[in-house]
């Protein structure tokens, strides 16, 4: 069965305090590794998507890495406004979606 | 700009009564759509899946008598939760996609039963 765990369960940094998120999972076929924000009461918003080992992809201060067990979201100089929950997927060879917890990410002026 | 627009996006309504929930995609045609269930600082709990013009699929645990899903055109699924209960009370959020996009979320209904 596809599994995702996200590590920490809540993050709190100061403002420009760089950190990372990790998303380890084990799939059955790795269709893509997606990474979402949601704020509180909305829906999530799609961040990254990550296909193949190796690969990386960048927005403002967000860099989403991914390796064959896990990815990071890296957060560079993190603002107050970052703050939110990230949620990390994976879509199997079957295309079907699995969420991780997420993490609550907190950044303090 | 929205590419999933949800409606409505608060509930609130008396015990026995059926709500009514509308997804639409906005910007593509979506072949498939999610409808999720969300609880307080938890992730998201996929309900069922629907394919334009076939019967939704649900997650084991789920009433499909008690939770309707319709998916009769690209760009529309509705949930309608049926004689809901305050147990029913919670954020659904639907999601659309045509499996090469990713998941594009609505913003959710928040649903609560008095």
């Known amino acids: 069965e596809d599994q995702v765990t996200q590590s920490p369960e809540a993050l709190r940094l100061q403002e420009g305090e760089s950190s990372s998120l990790n998303c380890s999972y084990t799939?059955?076929?790795?269709?893509?590794l997606f990474w979402y924000r949601q704020d509180p009461g909305k829906g999530p918003e799609f961040l990254f998507t990550?296909?193949?080992a190796g690969e990386e992809k960048e927005k403002e201060r967000l860099k989403a890495t991914l390796t064959k067990k896990e990815s990071f979201l890296h957060i560079t100089a993190p603002k107050p406004e970052d703050s939110a929950t990230y949620l990390c997927?994976?879509?199997?060879?079957?295309?079907?979606?699995?969420f991780g917890a997420g993490t609550r990410l907190t950044v303090k002026p | 700009g929205a590419v999933v627009s949800q409606h409505p996006s608060w509930v609130i309504c008396k015990s026995g009564t059926s709500v009514k929930i509308e997804c639409r995609s906005l910007d593509f045609q979506a072949t498939t759509m999610f409808w999720y269930r969300q609880f307080p600082k938890q992730s998201l709990m996929l309900m069922a899946t629907s394919n334009e013009g076939s019967k939704a699929t649900y997650e084991q645990g789920v009433e499909k008598d008690k939770f309707l899903i319709n998916h009769a055109s690209l760009t529309l699924s509705t949930l309608t939760v049926t004689s809901a209960h305050p147990e029913d009370s919670s954020f659904y959020i639907c999601s659309a996609s045509d499996r090469v996009q990713p998941q594009h979320f609505g913003d959710g209904t928040r649903l609560s039963i008095l």
């Open positions: 990550l296909y193949s």
């Open positions: 997927a994976v879509r199997n060879n079957n295309n079907d979606m699995r």
């Open positions: 799939v059955s076929g790795l269709r893509g």
